[in-house]
């Protein structure tokens, strides 16, 4: 049986890269290899006709090089709020088990994961104003993290740029973009400080990404 689904998140999203990512300007990483912390709502949700809506989720990854060459480990976190059979769906989203190869970030991501640590469900406080470029991921004991406008190095002022992508992309068709800073601990540790950040919907089903009308 094909799982029917339906997955529309508000999410930020924070790795070590320069602000022209790599996996968004197809250029390799800023350093060589990627760390990278992402969490968000489910505005919309349902997973073979059960609601998944509202609940919150995140993962980390790191990949000891570029993410195409493989090897990367990666952590799923969901909503404790969620039941048994709720939290099996987000995972099974999230660790991009579900839905065409290739149709998503998640599913593209997990593919090139050697190792994934076990799933942990915690409460996640997730707050985003997509269009002011502002957010914040915490899972006690885990991550803090949060997103902020740029900077004009020039003036001090806040700078606004997006990326649109009305074609070509597995995992948006339009994001804000600014800084992130996020402190990750556990088996995944990491520290990104003023790196790449994305402020986004994630709006994928079974067939892959949703192209608004």
Not at 145 to 163: C, Q
Request: with cysteine.
């Amino acid at each position: 049986m094909t799982d029917h689904w339906h997955f529309h998140s508000d999410t930020f999203g924070n790795c070590n890269c320069a602000q022209n990512c790599g996996c968004q300007f197809n250029l390799p990483s800023t350093h060589g290899f990627c760390q990278f912390v992402e969490g968000g709502q489910i505005r919309d949700g349902s997973f073979n006709g059960m609601n998944i809506s509202g609940f919150n989720w995140a993962f980390m990854m790191i990949w000891p090089g570029e993410i195409a060459e493989g090897n990367g480990r990666r952590q799923i976190v969901v909503d404790q709020r969620a039941n048994d059979q709720q939290r099996s769906a987000i995972e099974k989203i999230v660790a991009g088990e579900v839905g065409i190869p290739g149709g998503n970030h998640f599913s593209v991501f997990g593919s090139t994961c050697s190792e994934s640590l076990e799933t942990l469900y915690l409460p996640i406080e997730f707050e985003i104003d997509i269009a002011a470029r502002r957010a914040r991921l915490a899972i006690p004991g885990l991550i803090e993290a949060r997103g902020e406008p740029m900077s004009d190095e020039f003036s001090g002022s806040e700078f606004h740029i997006a990326l649109a992508r009305p074609k070509g992309s597995f995992e948006f068709t339009y994001a804000e973009i600014g800084r992130g800073f996020a402190e990750v601990q556990g088996e995944l540790a990491m520290s990104l400080e003023g790196s790449y950040g994305q402020f986004c919907e994630h709006n994928y089903d079974h067939d892959g990404l949703v192209i608004p009308a």
